[in-house]
Nanobody, 113 residues
């Protein structure tokens, strides 16, 4: 059974950094596309970043230059390094096995002074 488990969320002041992790089990991982999404209160879930075979990446315009998605195939884990955080980055962040119904449980990120 495929499982995705996120960790690393929390509370941070504007300008701060957090690194989210998503550990994947039950699925072939190396080269599989993965993505991070987020959902803020009252808003639709939106794609934040994705990493594809060959480690090519794609980012939402709102996070380009601030967030970095990466993966460690030896650990079956995908990461989202978030720098220069803004209050508008506050949301529940979810990892997703790209274009599948497999999602993590979500991790809350709150950016506030």
């Amino acid at each position: 059974q495929v499982q995705l488990v996120e960790s690393g969320g929390g509370f941070v002041q504007p300008g701060g950094s957090l690194r989210l992790s998503c550990a994947v089990s039950g699925s072939y991982f190396s080269g599989v596309a993965m993505a991070w999404y987020r959902q803020a209160p009252g808003k639709q879930r939106e794609l934040v970043a994705a990493i594809f075979g060959g480690d090519s990446t794609n980012y939402a315009d709102s996070v380009k230059g601030r967030f970095t998605i990466s993966r460690d195939n030896a650990k079956n884990t995908v990461y989202l390094q978030m720098n220069s955080l803004k209050p508008e980055d506050t949301a529940v962040y979810y990892c997703n096995l790209w274009r599948t119904a497999y999602w993590g449980q979500g991790t809350q990120v709150t950016v506030s002074s």
